[in-house]
């Protein structure tokens, strides 16, 4: 199958230090694109750059922290000139009943999975303008679309990710920049804590969760698409999960 050339196209991945970030990086140095690596721990960034080489560089940031963002795409855009791919992968989860939950939780949830999102792209957008095929392409969940119990704070904030997506698709389609939401069921990630334990392992080992790398491939294959086409939507889950 023959895809979009992705040579020297550049990228800024967040929550790059693991799971779906770093594999989302790793395959698109593979495809040959520059990539800028953030995420909050710097050891685990640098760790990862130096596997990948000169293709890859370094800007941590709290994507909660709109200083800490201005200065990742500053970085971004004074490096390689503009941006062709905003891959907004960091986020949090944590699980309990409603009732339980901690309203300092309820702020770290949005703060990371919504003013995240909001942060990150409100600065690349002007990195984006003008670049064929550009992108934004955004980690959501299954859970933005089907509210799942002891996981209601995290469902909101992805149906929050999902109506900020529709809408901004329509604002931006016009200027040529593709707006587009990978949604998956279960993955093998560090994501979730309030989980009992062995108890997420075990639901994905019975699913026969999706890898990282799966989620990573997904994103490439959207993003390489032509640049008049835009995969508005991916709901990808284990063949084994039948509902969120």
Known sequence: MQLRDLSDLTAV???????????????????????????????????????????????????ADRDQVARLFAFAGER??????????????????????DPSDWQRTFEANVY??????????????GRSGAMISSVASVAGRRGVENLAVYSASKFAVVGFHDALRKELGNEGIRVSLIEPGAVYTNWGYGFAEGELKQRRDELHALSAEDIARLLVFGFAQPANVNLQEMWVMPTRQLQP
């Open 13 to 63: 991945v967040t929550g790059a230090s693991s799971g779906i970030g770093a594999a989302a990086a790793r395959a698109l140095v593979a495809e040959g694109m520059n990539v800028v690596l953030s995420a909050r721990s710097v050891d685990k960034l640098e760790a990862l750059a130096e596997e990948l080489g000169e293709r890859a560089s370094v800007m941590a940031a709290d994507v």
């Open 80 to 101: 390689h000139g503009g941006l062709d791919l905003l891959f907004n992968n960091a986020g949090v989860g944590y699980a309990a009943p409603f009732v339980e939950s």
């Open 116 to 129: 995240g999102v909001f942060n990150c792209t409100h600065e690349a957008i002007p990195l984006l303008r």
